[in-house]
């Protein structure tokens, strides 16, 4: 699938921008700062904002998972559990001391499951990482906690993995009540044999047991998770070739040319030439010097050794690529209550099914040339349509300017049917960013509003934004938050890594500033009745990457709800909703069989209504809502 022009025309910034959205747009030319910087927000309500503890100051906060009042954090330090049941005042529970790169989290029951992919991450959690090249001390894949005494988390156990976990996926099937299934995502090198029996770095058709071009499958018995272990390594990238890649923005060009002129490390990464951030050149001028036996600082001659050997250098990293497809998956959104998964794939989106846990099956895959890195995958609540991430530029890189082409960096919305994903449109953060701003599509998940698709996303640097995608093809902010740049001189990675909506409330993991907790306020977008209809879904805990099926109780709020969608589709004429308005009421201050009589007569008279309605699919939800209160009626 590649993108046309008329796609393009799709993503314009108004094309996404709702026609009451303030002008000129607040968040452009906020004042920088990493603890006082200028904030804008639109229909969105910051609540709290809290920072992290001591040990996590200067750490990356990552991903975030749920648990009854408590948001986990994870973090490249370890995690930190935070009450957020009143989300004007977040109190820390615990933290947990453990480094290991991005630390992605996600819980079940009382069981807490944190990746870890770093070289230097250790089987002890100690902060002085691993420097031997292989290493008993050595952990990378996913360690598994007891929560059981949330205040007190108990390391019990760790399956071992030949790429680490980059991320990793919680799947609860439906007919196993015994065990939890994980897919681990790895996008590290692969480990040393010697390290790890087994581990293969070469391709498939040399070695069929490679680590590469495969996902990690782990069982976790219920009753005994310390016997969690791999029970397969499905791959599902069979086939797949290397997609087209649209290169550099001209602004990247731009500034990859004053780079190189001033003596920078330009690699070219899957296809694309990017500056080495100096932290990462200088350990590998450090590996340069230590290869020859030296000591002390590089030298230039060290410089141009580096120069030369960088391409074999960055292959041995990333892998063979040659002409084929992906070797990893960067997610995988499970949403079993549909059976499929979204795979987000490096130059792919993948539609999966997952049936069989153990042994997904790829149905679908979809490239773009538009694309650069598939990060994330949501799905909408009745699985008819998908959402795929861009993370162009990986995240550390300011991809929201406003020279940088709108189908970038973006979100691509599909319709499925008959297993095919059809693609529909573009979605990307309408107000342009500064070049002093990491800035990308990134984590995100549903707002349970009724009737209609609502998300919530991360975009770095770019704050969060809140649009609806109900309809494919001209998906439309209606709420945002932002700050913003961390300083004002150079590019600082910071930002909204993700922010989810979880019992009520939005809650962002902020890569620096730590965790900001919002509340969606009414608007001519969404009103309070909507907000309240979302409230009424409660979850005991919560994984995005584990999508749950929605099902709305019975509840005054939920058939308000579908009347306001009315009254804003013109589904029914305006004399009809207020009658049906006064009809609610009326039932709502009455109680037992009067109640029952009162929405029994309504449901009949909406049911009449469906047939004659422009919007006859909301009309009959409005009936199902009104039925279901009437049986409730006591």
Not at 11 to 25: F, H, I, K, L
Not at 490 to 502: D, P
Request: with cysteine; charged share 20%; glycine share 8%.
């Amino acid at each position: 699938m590649a993108a046309s022009a008329a796609a393009a025309q799709m993503v314009s910034p108004a094309a996404n921008m709702a026609p009451g959205e303030p002008m000129p747009d607040p968040r452009v030319g906020l004042k920088p700062g990493a603890a006082d910087a200028g904030q804008a927000s639109w229909n969105l309500k910051l609540m709290s904002s809290t920072p992290p503890t001591t040990k996590f100051v200067g750490s990356t906060n990552s991903d975030l998972a749920f648990v009854g009042p408590y948001a986990i954090q994870g973090s490249y330090n370890g995690f930190q559990i935070w009450n957020v049941e009143n989300p004007s005042q977040v109190t820390l529970k615990d933290s947990y001391y453990c480094p290991a790169s991005q630390s992605d989290v996600s819980v079940y029951k009382n069981l807490l499951f944190v990746s870890s992919e770093a070289t230097s991450g250790r089987l002890d959690c100690g902060g002085e990482g691993v420097k031997d090249t292989v290493s008993k001390e050595r952990l990378r894949g996913i360690r598994i906690f007891d929560i059981s005494d949330i205040s007190n988390p108990k390391y019990i156990s760790n399956v071992q993995t030949c790429r680490g976990s980059h991320t990793h996926t919680l799947l609860v099937d439906p007919k196993d009540k015994d065990n939890v299934y994980v897919y681990v995502s790895g996008s590290a090198g692969v480990r040393s044999p010697n390290e790890m029996p087994g581990c293969s770095k070469v391709t498939p058709d040399k070695d069929p047991n490679s680590a590469l071009f495969r996902i990690e499958v782990i069982k976790v018995p219920l009753a005994h998770p310390e016997k969690a272990a791999i029970v397969s390594s499905p791959r599902i990238f069979n086939d797949l070739v290397a997609p087209a890649q649209h290169g550099a923005a001209s602004a990247d060009l731009a500034e990859i040319a004053q780079a190189r002129a001033k003596g920078a490390f330009v690699a070219n990464i899957m296809g694309n030439d990017m500056v080495l951030p100096t932290a990462f050149a200088n350990h590998m001028l450090d590996s340069i010097v230590t290869a020859r036996g030296g000591t002390g600082a590089p030298t230039a001659a060290d410089s141009a050794t580096l120069r030369t050997a960088l391409p074999d250098m960055i292959a041995k990293m990333i892998g063979p690529r040659g002409k084929t497809g992906p070797t990893q998956c960067h997610d995988i959104t499970v949403y079993p209550g549909i059976g499929y998964a979204g795979g987000a794939c490096e130059g792919y989106g993948m539609l999966l099914n997952i049936k069989d846990p153990t042994h997904p099956i790829r149905v679908d895959a979809a490239s773009d040339s538009n694309f650069s890195y598939w990060h994330s995958a949501t799905f909408n609540n009745d699985g008819t349509k998908v959402l795929f991430s861009d993370e162009w530029g990986g995240g550390g890189q300011p991809k929201c300017r406003a020279t940088d082409p709108r189908d970038w960096g973006a979100d691509a919305i599909f319709t499925i049917s008959d297993n095919k994903m059809h693609f529909q449109s573009y979605y990307k953060l309408p107000a342009p960013q500064t070049s002093l701003e990491n800035c990308v599509a990134h984590n995100g998940s549903l707002i349970p509003i009724p009737g209609r698709d609502v998300m919530v996303q991360a975009w770095y640097q770019g704050g969060v934004s809140v649009f609806d995608w109900t309809d494919a093809t001209h998906p439309v902010e209606i709420a945002y938050f932002d700050r913003g740049p961390m300083d004002s001189t150079r590019m600082v990675t910071g930002g909204f890594w993700s922010a989810y909506w979880y019992n009520g409330k939005i809650v962002g993991s902020e890569i620096e500033r730590g965790l900001d907790v919002f509340e969606l306020q009414p608007s001519e977008y969404l009103s309070q009745n909507e907000i309240d209809a979302a409230k009424t879904i409660h979850f005991d805990y919560l994984n995005v990457q584990g999508q749950p099926k929605l099902v709305w109780p019975a509840s005054f709020a939920l058939a308000r709800a579908y009347v306001d969608q009315l009254e804003r589709s013109k589904g029914l004429a305006s004399d009809k909703i207020a009658s049906v308005r006064q009809e609610l009421t009326s039932a709502e201050s009455a109680s037992g069989a009067a109640r029952r009589s009162s929405l029994t007569k309504l449901a009949a008279q909406l049911k009449g209504d469906e047939n004659g309605s422009s919007d006859a699919s909301k009309v009959k939800m409005l009936t199902g809502a009104v039925t279901q209160l009437a049986s409730a009626s006591r």
